[in-house]
Structures are given as structure tokens and as C-alpha cells.
């Protein structure tokens, strides 16, 4: 089975269209912070001293300013350029990695379609989250053919209906506002037709720059005018719950600084807070974890796929399911911030699924 990889790179561009790519010089300045020393972080990626000097200092050409500085009692660390190269390396990464993977495993699924007819992938239609990631990248390491399209929750759940994919992944807040939601993806399931799966149970609240220093305790904050906040785009179930809450409180989004300002994914949301961009978004923990975020939960919820039951037998979901019910997925999950897989695997109807009568 092939697999494609797309990534995010960053290339200077010279007014005559020369280009140079930062790619080289990026893990140099990571490992620079971490190690307090040029030779240090040349020796990790395996170069010269003098060889990985000339990259810095080709890049410090182009840039017009000094990557790294000396700092007493700390050896060599990054200046504020080298800090900001680093921060638009990884704001890039995370704000185009779910498009980009979704164009990855488009390109390979159609590759391994006209190597092997025989081996139909497992079309996953699902709502941005880490656990859905750490599905995709074991089910390629068991070399398990996956196409993997992020969409809202609303478009996944269509999209199983109208057969365009076996899985179709989608997150319900446990408790006020569970109804609320549930009737939106009750109109394409059928319960005689349609199974539930869990996958995991997550924590979704604010991502607060380090040290929170607008003092920000919660979701009536968002209405305050010193404060700039970062959505998920309409239709998403994280912009869905994050309405119904800012209802409940009695908030009137026209009141928010920023409320308009969208971006796709958690992964995105938590790099335009990290970058100074926003002082707040909404999101999954591991998300604000990843950026070294503060983090306020504010709601639980369960995490499914939706799938036709006749398929449960099939070959490619009872890949699926073996998977979730590894151990090792699970200690996996496990180990992201604000996430449970205690029901991971376990099928339920429509009917329960929706109304969370089936919560342990």
C-alpha cells in the first residue's frame, strides 16, 4: 500500500524569484532552543558545525536580521526573528494539516485503487479531532487502505447517508444540550439501518495564552471588549455547542470581537491563540496541550461513527473495530489531554447513541 504525505513549507522568495526553503534551517533553530547550542543542534541533525552555521547564516542573509543571539548563563538562544520563523513554521503546519491530509490519502487512495482493485479503502467522512488522527495513522500502520475527508459533523453523517463513505464521524455534548444537537443528525440516520460507534469521550473549553493574562474564567468573557477571540467555521459541531452555550449565559455573538474570524480545525484555533493573533478559542485540550496553552473545560461530549449495520461483518470495518479495540489504540487515546476511550469500540443503536442513554 503506498502512502502520501503532504506538508507545509515555508520558501523565501527574492524580488528576482529566487527561492530558498526554510525547511532545512527550521528543525536547526528547534533544536537550537532546546539545547542552548549551535553545535549542539548540528551534532542532533547529524551535520557540521560549519556546515550548519552556513545554513543559518544564508537564512540570516535573506532575512536581514540575526536568527540567533548569545545570552549569558544560556549559551546560544533565538532572537525575536528566530522565534517568529519557528512560529510561522508551526502556525502553517497546523492550520493547513487537515486539508493537507485530506489531499494526502485522496492522492493515495486513488493510486492504491488502480494498483490493487481488490483493495477498496475505508472512506472516513469525519469532524477534526486527535483521535480520529490516531485512527488514520493505525490503521496505516496495520497497511490498511483509509480515505480520510474532514468535514463538519453535519456533512459526515449526509454523507454516509447518501453512501458516499462507511464511517462517518461526529461528537454530541453529554448532558443540556445533547437533544438540542442529536436532532441534527437524526434526520440522516435510520435506526434500522444505521449503527453507532464509540470512539472516544473528550474535553472541549478556552485556549488561554500561557499564564492567562487577560484573566479570562469563562465563556461570558468572550463579550468583553479587551478581548479577541478565533471561531470554528458555521456548520461544525464545535461552532454548534459553542453557540448553544454562549445562549445559555445569555451572550449575543454580535458582542464578540472576532466572532466572525473562522478557522477549520482545533489544531488551527489553538495556533492563532499560541501566534498572539487571538486571546481566546474554543477547542479540544490536546489542541491548547500541543501549544502550551492554558485551558478552561467548559463541556464533555461522546465521539462517534455512524455506519450501515449491514457492513458491521465486512472486512474493512471489522479492521476498524479490531483497531479500537486494541489495547494499544486505547493507552493511545489515553494519552491525549481531555480525552477517554473507557466505551472505545463499543456498538450502540442510533436511538441510545443520540440520547446518551447508554453513558457509563
Known amino acids: 500500500m503506498i502512502d502520501v504525505q503532504c506538508r507545509a513549507e515555508l520558501v523565501l522568495r527574492d524580488a528576482d524569484g529566487r527561492e530558498t526553503s526554510l525547511s532545512a534551517v527550521v528543525p536547526l533553530l528547534q533544536l537550537v532552543s532546546q539545547t542552548g547550542s549551535i553545535a549542539n543542534a548540528a551534532a542532533a541533525k547529524g551535520l557540521s558545525y560549519r556546515h550548519a552555521w552556513g545554513l543559518l547564516r544564508e537564512i540570516e542573509a535573506r532575512l536581514g536580521g540575526a536568527l540567533i543571539t548569545k545570552s549569558r548563563g544560556r549559551g546560544s538562544v533565538l532572537s525575536e526573528l528566530g522565534e517568529s520563523v519557528l512560529r510561522a513554521q508551526r502556525i502553517s503546519g497546523e492550520r493547513l494539516d487537515a486539508p493537507l491530509q485530506s489531499v494526502a490519502n485522496e492522492v493515495a487512495g486513488e493510486l492504491n485503487r488502480r494498483l490493487s482493485r481488490d483493495a477498496l479503502p475505508v472512506r472516513i467522512h469525519a469532524s477534526h479531532g486527535y483521535a480520529v488522527a490516531t485512527l488514520v495513522r493505525a490503521l496505516g500502520e496495520k497497511r490498511v487502505p483509509v480515505d480520510i475527508k474532514y468535514r463538519e459533523s453535519a456533512e459526515a453523517v449526509s454523507a454516509l447517508a447518501r453512501g458516499e463513505c462507511e464511517l462517518a464521524g461526529f461528537h454530541l455534548p453529554i448532558g443540556e444540550f445533547r437533544a438540542t444537537c442529536a436532532q441534527v443528525y437524526r434526520q440522516y440516520l435510520d435506526a434500522g439501518k444505521h449503527q453507532l460507534i464509540h470512539l472516544t469521550r473528550r474535553t472541549q473549553g478556552l485556549f488561554l495564552p500561557k499564564g492567562n493574562p487577560k484573566r479570562i474564567e469563562g465563556l461570558h468573557d468572550l463579550a468583553r471588549g479587551d478581548v479577541r477571540f478565533v471561531n470554528r467555521q458555521p456548520g461544525s459541531g464545535t461552532r454548534m455547542l459553542l453557540d448553544l452555550s454562549l445562549r445559555s449565559i445569555g451572550v449575543d455573538p454580535d458582542e464578540i470581537n472576532g466572532y466572525a474570524t473562522t478557522e477549520l480545525t482545533h489544531s488551527a484555533i489553538a495556533a492563532f491563540v499560541a501566534s498572539g493573533m487571538a486571546d481566546l478559542g474554543f477547542g479540544v485540550q490536546p489542541a491548547a496541550q500541543h501549544f502550551a ?21 465486512e472486512g474493512r470495518l471489522a479492521n476498524v473495530i479490531a483497531i479500537l479495540r486494541s489495547d494499544a489504540f486505547n493507552d493511545s487515546v489515553a494519552h491525549l489531554e481531555g480525552y477517554d476511550p473507557v466505551r472505545c469500540g463499543v456498538v450502540v443503536g442510533v436511538e441510545q447513541g443520540l440520547s446518551g442513554v447508554d453513558a457509563a
Open 293 to 313: 496553552l492554558d485551558f478552561i473545560p467548559v463541556i464533555d461530549e461522546d465521539y462517534f461513527f455512524a455506519f450501515e449495520r449491514k457492513r458491521l461483518d
